[in-house]
């Protein structure tokens, strides 16, 4: 018994693909034969469709592309010569910085919401994930079942059709609930004159599932593009096949399957005792460790919620310098000086404020979108703030990867957000009942399944996780996820840490500097991209790209 639905083609299809991917059956497998340029777009395209990549390449790309002559092309070429320069360097020599130099495009299919957050824990890798706000969760799979994980050993057990049947029943409701929030966010937001019943249509089918994404369980399955290094996928390797999830060591199987049949040399090392086997041992061994006195130590202390809640994340800043705009003032003024930094330490707290101002105006300069970011001297000062937010913000939050990010288990004892346009479309009723069920059933799975319960909790509820940045990611983290367009939830949590820098860290200058960060509320939050999008597509012009982030 296998977790994931197999894919069929026709036989003209599978002809085609075989050429370009790695496999046609499994929900891991690699791009090959195609330029770089069709990868990149093929992947930005999965991010906002429910199909998978394989009939995303076959319905959207494939007619573009000039196929002449591809029949005879082999994956397998250049692999014997590229294995013999990886003997001679990198196992001779150790030299790491040779597996940088082989990337792959990987799609991972049908993951789970949990799995996806340890798809994307790696720093030195790029990711695209299907996104909730453009893709409803509605419809079910070619093997009939809604799309949320079914992990084998779950199944196999007597909660098995307890775990199917509640899963099966969130599904329903959000079905049922999806046109109802469609019809209220109609009568509530009518049209605007000049607007095309297309723009309207995505900008209010984007409010509702913005709305009901809460529902859906973490379990529900999910489409990452992958693009990574032979190192990089090394790295996530050897922590995924030591990882407590059992969903996670079987991917990891899978992945490992298929990147050798395009870079196997670079993973060579994963499969060694003394070095691949030591290096997950020795990960293994410090988390269990850890864990176990961890637990010991902190068994007895309390840090619940208090249920429901339609108020909006906490986040609380809860550590920072309070001379961290002297030290970015120095760190300015350092690579334009010939001095020792603790001298320019000297000099810029003797400096007048109208002097303080035009180093930083010089620095950062003029602005006029929130990609002119300043340089590395913002990099001076940091801040760790600690957030307790729904789930489903989390996850977006937790991609951006030039920070530390760490996160405690996800459960029911935070409680759950309520988004206001539930209470206003008088849905709360049958969103409540989704979200206990969901907590019934988990604290149903805890005892005997501890890691493979939090599948069934909704992304409603709400978990505790620390962000460590400096000043420079703040900015770029802060006026993204703060964007018009940007998911309601983490549009708070990013105007919170915004207010924190400024009032509580003391911080105004710096916080001035992050002039494009979104104070403002919206009632449909994706109309205006929709309308940007609108007017590429009737003039062929490249509009100018709408901020905010895509949830």
């Known amino acids: 018994m296998t977790a994931w639905a197999p894919e069929t083609f026709s036989a003209d299809e599978a002809d085609v693909l075989r050429r370009y991917v790695t496999n046609l059956e499994g929900p891991v497998f690699a791009l090959v034969n195609l330029p770089e340029v069709v990868k990149g777009a093929l992947f930005a395209r999965y991010s906002r469709s429910a199909k998978s990549l394989r009939r995303l390449f076959l319905d959207e790309f494939v007619s573009d592309l000039d196929v002449t002559g591809d029949e005879s092309i082999d994956a397998t070429v250049g692999v014997r010569r590229a294995e013999e320069l990886y003997e001679r360097v990198f196992v001779a020599y150790g030299d790491d910085s040779v597996a940088q130099l082989g990337g792959v495009h990987l799609a991972c299919e049908q993951a789970s919401n949990i799995l996806t957050k340890v798809l994307e824990r790696g720093r030195l890798m790029a990711y695209l994930e299907q996104s909730t706000r453009y893709v409803p969760y509605d419809s079910r799979l070619a093997t009939g079942h809604y799309r949320y994980y079914r992990d084998p050993d779950l199944l196999a057990s007597p909660f098995g059709a307890r775990y199917v049947g509640e899963m099966d029943r969130v599904f329903d409701t959000y079905s049922e609930l999806l046109p109802r929030m469609q019809s209220w966010l109609s009568r509530r937001f009518p049209k605007q004159a000049g607007d095309s019943d297309l723009v309207y249509r995505q900008s209010i089918r984007a409010q509702a599932l913005d709305a009901l994404r809460g529902l ?24 995924m096949r030591v990882h407590p999830l059992p969903e996670a060591r079987a991917y990891a199987e899978l992945m490992l399957d298929e ?49 429901a809640s339609v108020g909006g994340p906490g986040v609380t800043l809860v550590e920072f310098d309070p001379s961290g705009e002297d030290k970015v003032l120095a760190a300015i003024l350092f690579p334009h ?11 810029v707290a003797a400096l007048t404020a109208a002097e303080r101002a035009a180093l930083l105006h010089a620095y950062v300069g003029e602005r006029t979108n929130r990609r002119h970011r300043p340089g590395r001297a913002f990099e001076a000062t940091a801040y760790r703030f600690e957030i307790v937010c729904d789930y489903g913000a989390f996850r977006d939050l937790q991609r951006h990867r030039m920070l530390t990010v760490d996160w405690q288990r996800l459960g029911p004892d935070l409680g759950y957000e309520i988004p206001a346009s539930v209470v206003e479309a008088g849905l709360v009723d049958p969103y409540e009942e989704s979200l206990t069920r969901s907590a019934d059933l988990y604290n149903q799975l805890l005892p005997e399944f501890p890691e493979q319960a939090a599948y069934a909790l909704a992304l409603a509820y709400r978990i505790r996780f620390a962000m460590h940045m400096n000043a420079r990611e703040a900015m770029h983290i802060i006026e993204l996820r703060s964007g018009q367009q940007g998911h309601p939830s983490y549009r708070l ?23 494009f960060v979104d104070h403002s509320s919206y009632d449909l939050s994706r109309l205006d991209a929709e309308r940007h999008i609108e007017k590429r597509r009737v003039s062929g012009e490249p509009a100018p790209r709408p901020v905010g982030g895509s949830g």
Request: net charge negative; charged share 20%.
């Open 493 to 515: 949590v990013a105007q919170a840490m915004h207010d924190l820098i400024d009032r509580t860290a003391g911080h105004h200058a710096i916080a001035s500097a992050m002039q």
């Open 259 to 307: 990147l050798r049949k395009v870079i196997p040399s670079f993973l060579r090392r994963v499969d060694r005792p003394d070095r691949g086997g030591a290096w997950s041992a020795y990960l293994d061994a410090c988390y269990h460790q850890t864990e176990e006195i961890a637990h010991r130590l902190t068994a007895d202390l309390a840090g619940g919620g208090d249920g």
């Open 337 to 347: 000086a010939n001095v020792p930094e603790d001298t320019l330490v000297e000099r």
């Open 216 to 239: 859906l369980p973490a379990a529900s399955l999910s489409n990452v593009g992958l693009y990574g290094t032979g190192q990089s996928y090394e790295q996530l390797l050897l922590r």
